[in-house]
């Protein structure tokens, strides 16, 4: 069982479930390339510190190259028996090719969706994986000091073989954008009546407890409206991290239906244009065909 | 048979109705409320100035205030046999208590649903009518002048009883919402590939014969392509009017699934938003949680 | 402040909001057709047996009619001081002109919105209430009977004038049809794919800890997935209450766009339809142009 | 200048074209594997056939293997100065590698999108397409031969470079599904009201002149209705043909909102289910917190 473990990446996320494994008694050797964070000065120095039999590397970098780059160089460091855990945020496509190569040397390959944000430093970190059973039980000390307090299975899961647990960290993020924008949505609706609603922040407080809506996001929603009760100070202008577009890419290529997730996306897209090629298109139709006024653009 | 009707408001529409319907050889005494264009001083002197029996008198006014004052004096004026169009975008469950006020005078009531805009003078217009049938028939000499060449049926309709004129108008207007949609998405959509449609107005240009798309809606999206081929000049505010939110109501009164139709009224409201709420409060929400940038709302 | 008062209708909610008052020590008369359950033989004798003054008289019957007539014979039995509770899924529109008519009387009116369903009993209800502050504050001993355990302001708001306690409930069910409908779509997503998800209960389960996704509704999806864990036993076709559709109503009325909620509202139309009209069409349409199969209505 | 040409592919699109193509006086090669079609009994026979220099060759045979080894057959029988024609349903992105493998052989590739279905022998076929502006040139009167009659611009685009083709025929596709479901949504109004609108074929067939909502989708819309108004015989089954796919996918990569077009995608996958994975857990929820009915799946 692993009691010392190795942690490449040390951003926002890595750093802090660094400092929760400590916590937890599990020793952690860390690399990144920041050496103000990093405990070594190289992953081959990471995985040189690390006791064997079974070496156990997470991997908590960036998607994409970064994630790729890093694999890449594991692969020759490592050998028979270590395990390399992907918790990024990578399309679970990907992992079943990743998981073969190292396979080749004897190295497994379990992937992980952390869930959390920076609250997971505090309350643990929800956890998805993918992987062989072996592989899991061997990581089980990590996963337990990463997951938060309560019963095991209400916090973490080994979803089935390499790539559930990206695919079920996908659909997560995928339900998250729909349940933001369903209260994005009702915020907007309370917000319009002020005449009528003259508490917007508190009402949604009064949600928190035995109402059907109440969960985590409404609590951080209230926590927003606390300090900028219209979020005067924030733009209406929405980052979207890759995920949502996987889920409804996979919704598409396995011919489920998804409306609310793709509308949450959509949103999102159009918050961002300055403005709308389409509803200038429809703006000039309706002066074709009506006559109707419409903006000019220098307004 | 009609060989000279009322029509009150001489409006955009009401002035090409009346132009259209001379040129047919039926005689037209027109009201409005401005001078320059009215061929009489009041609704009282217009009445006057129709021959009987069976004195016809299109309403052409705004819907809503302006078309209930107009119907609540030609009651005054108006006597048995009679007979009211109402040819503006009134809501269908208006009509069926109206006609039931004209009808305890004898005054039959027919609505219409008119079609065509700015082009309807030289096009013609498409009607679709409700009421009885004997004061239908009493105005087909109208329609016909009104409505395009070619087969009647292809033109008009006498959809149902009292309300359906104005029901199918309706429908037919939620429609236009969802295609003006679909087109300015495609249009979108080709506006996104610069590098690789190096000609978006010829693209569109080109599937104006032969393809499935091929519409009027479609003819208009052209022309005012070639105009401004990326709508420089036309700012992405869109305004409704009316009949898009009545359709989408009326499916939930009747539990009709309406996706597109619906999808196509909000982003009109959402063109509209100068910024959104929703939007805010989504991004307040991701700070929360993730950590995430937000851009201040000065930016 | 109230130390007895009456309760009128004793059905599902009622019953249970009864017996969770009588243990937050508060003397409750309820009244309900069904002599099995009720404590007095009518309203009148419910009204008889109050303590003046200020008697309270809950009303928690089903919205629309039964509601309607209720408040209307009460608005005969009560009189100066005396305060009414509305606390049925009425429409928040209905409620100005309700308590307008009890002022007439001298009677006060709030409207309170409800949530927490079959859980309330033991969990405390979410309330949200509208009216003015000193019938508010007379009611303060009745909210916090059955307002959850926590802080006051996490299952109470007073939110605004007389309306404002509808209102909100409305908002919040309009939400709630979001949120389910974002889980029910990343359920299916998980589902859709189970030769990698081996575990899908397991998975949502895992989600109740630390994830972002965490709330009650997944808490209650878990539960619902442990009996059953592929819903054999269950058909789909959704119910829909009326809020929903209020909700988007609302929307429209106010210009504000509601792709996600109005959705969640569309697909449980669709869920109830044997067949659709609307993908008849389609498939019409796609058998005209391209000669493509349809499927005979028999199969 | 072409005056004979190959074309591979005599299905129901191919066949038509040779026919349309040789009315206008273009001599065709064709190959089809079903002998009774065939003019030759192979490709390389077929390319024999063929005049050079700049020996043309259309291929129209389903997009994905079928196409691919065409074309890398056609690869090894062609030589410096041909010219392949793609004229199937390929994804856009395919195009530029295809092109890039032929180039080195000295062999040019046109991509060519083709709408007009079944329509498409009579009418004429709307085209767009992609290449080298030689390559186009030299094609001109194959294209001519294949547009309908009228203005060249207005059934015929060269919209780009390789892959400009495919990419306006996908977005055409995916507007087509907007528009078909636009209609498709009107329809189920109008049929909704059965009492009111007492002839919905007919209120669509009046829809053809003067009305803003006229189109060649409205016209087979009607002609469909002609035959069976309620449609009956028809089931509410509709495939999707993968350019809808590629259109939101599309739309995804270039965060390009598209409600409208992602509804109608939608609304087809969830015609196809025989059961809504998704709505049964939207049933089990409400149960699990309202102790709402539901419908056992037996019913």
Redesign the interface.
């Known amino acids: 069982m692993v009691t010392h473990m190795g942690l490449v990446g040390l951003g926002?996320m890595g750093a802090n479930m660094r400092e929760r494994l400590r916590r937890a008694g599990i020793e952690v050797t860390g690399f990144d390339p920041r050496p103000e964070v990093s405990d070594v000065e190289s992953l081959a120095a990471l995985v040189d510190a690390l006791p064997g039999p079974r070496r156990v590397v997470w991997v908590m970098v960036p998607a994409g190259d970064p994630t790729r780059d890093v694999l890449a160089e594991l692969a020759g460091l490592l050998g028979e028996g270590d395990v390399v855990v992907e918790g990024g945020n990578s399309h679970?496509a990907e992992d079943q090719a990743r998981a073969a190569e190292l396979a080749e040397r004897g190295v497994g390959y379990v992937d992980v969706g952390v869930?959390?944000?920076?609250?997971?430093l505090e309350?643990?970190?929800?956890?998805?994986c993918?992987g062989d059973d072996d592989d899991v039980a061997e990581l089980m000390p990590v996963f337990d000091a990463l997951?938060?307090?309560?019963p095991r299975?209400?916090?973490?899961?080994?979803?089935?073989?390499v790539?559930?647990g990206h695919?079920?960290k996908m659909?997560?993020?995928?339900?998250?954008?729909?349940?933001?924008?369903?209260?994005?949505?009702?915020?907007?609706?309370?917000?319009?009546?002020k005449?009528?609603?003259?508490?917007v922040h508190?009402?949604m407080?009064?949600?928190?407890?035995?109402?059907?809506?109440?969960?985590?996001?409404?609590d951080?929603?209230v926590?927003?409206?606390e300090h900028?009760p219209?979020?005067?100070?924030?733009?209406?202008?929405?980052?979207?991290s890759g995920e949502g577009?996987w889920?409804?890419?996979?919704?598409?290529?396995?011919?489920?239906?998804?409306?609310?997730?793709?509308?949450?996306?959509?949103?999102?897209?159009?918050?961002?244009?300055p403005?709308?090629?389409?509803?200038?298109?429809?703006?000039?139709?309706?002066?074709?065909?009506?006559?109707?006024?419409?903006?000019?653009?220098a307004?």
Do not use: C
């Open positions: 926002k679970y869930s959390g944000g920076v609250w997971g309350n643990g970190y929800g956890l998805m993918g997951r938060p307090e309560g299975e209400e916090g973490f899961v080994h979803a089935g073989p790539g559930a695919y079920a659909v997560h993020n995928g339900i998250e954008y729909g349940l933001m924008q369903a209260y994005a949505e009702g915020y907007e609706l309370l917000a319009a009546k005449g009528l609603i003259t508490d508190g009402t407080r009064a949600w928190q407890r035995g109402t059907v809506v109440r969960s985590w996001l409404l951080l929603m926590r927003a409206l900028d219209w979020f005067e100070a924030i733009d209406d202008w929405v980052e979207d577009r889920t409804v890419d996979e919704a598409i290529d396995n011919a489920v239906p998804l409306p609310v997730i793709s509308a949450a996306l959509f949103a999102r897209f159009s918050s961002r244009q403005e709308s090629p389409a509803m200038k298109s429809v703006a000039a139709l309706r002066q074709q065909f009506g006559g109707h006024a419409v903006r000019p653009s307004e």
